[in-house]
Every structure is written in C-alpha cells, then in structure tokens.
C-alpha cells in the first residue's frame, strides 16, 4: 500500500492510543501490511490446516499471520516453494528441486490469476511491480504476441 493511501490524519486516533506520531504509526501499519501473510482454508477444510501467503479460487482468507520467516520469503509469481499453515506451524515445502544458494520464493498472491490481476494486487497491498520471469514472460506476450523465452 503505498503511504499516501494511509494519511496520518486518519491515524491520529491511534497515534494518542499508543502514545506514537502518526508517522510512527503509519509505518509500523505499513510494515505490518507488507509482512504479514494471508492464512487461507481449503474450501471443505475442517480448520487443522491452511495456507499462508497465497490464495486460489478454492480457498478462502480466514485471517493472517506475522512470522519472520513467513516475512523473509519474496515473492515469484512462479515459486519454487509453498508456505502452509499445519496444526498452528508455518511449513515452507520446495515445489522443485533448489539449489544451494538459490533463494526461497512463495506465491503471495492467487498464482492462477492473469498477469495484469497479479500486479494489481501485488501493487496495491505490497507496493511494488513484480518482475519475476512468468510476468516478464507473460506481459512480452500481451505486449508483442509471442511469449518470452521460459528461465530467468
Ligand atoms: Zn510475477
């Protein structure tokens, strides 16, 4: 979210709460916000476990979650892990071989939505463009026709 959508007139109120500047405040709500991962149930789950970070069309957003490993993952729209909530512990599983040295990556957003969806999100509640191979690959595609070549 980028600070200009929080502005601190707004955060006055809490700002006297907690005894904080509004600035104060507003970035510890903005880091917050960038931080913390989503916690999704599968539709037809019974609660014991969810997913954390990333959505489908067959889950639903029951809340979130602060975890400082959770918040040192980045994001690819193409990752080569998953972060799961399993009976109250965060599990971050590979979803292909890794390599030594490379660097852990989960999906924060629906990874089956369209590139320009994905963007959106990713602009809105984490500020920034995301510029990972499979939306380079995909925005080529839109752009020019023809899709990118697959890899990094
Ligand atoms: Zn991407």
Sequence with gaps: ?????????????????ADLQPQIVRTLMLRLRTNAGAIHLSNGNNGSSGTS?????????????????????NHSCEPNATATVQRGWLVVASLKPIQPGEELTI???DATS???KRQEVLRE????????????RELQKETFGKAAPEGN
């Design 1 to 17: 979210m980028p600070p200009e959508l929080l502005p601190l007139e707004k955060l006055t109120g809490f700002a006297q709460l």
């Design 53 to 73: 970070s990333a959505s489908t069309s067959s889950t639903v957003q029951v809340g979130c979650a602060l975890s400082s490993t959770l918040s040192a993952l």
């Design 107 to 109: 999906c924060y957003v």
């Design 114 to 116: 369209p590139v320009a």
């Design 125 to 136: 509640h984490y500020n920034f463009d995301c510029a990972c191979s499979r939306c380079v």
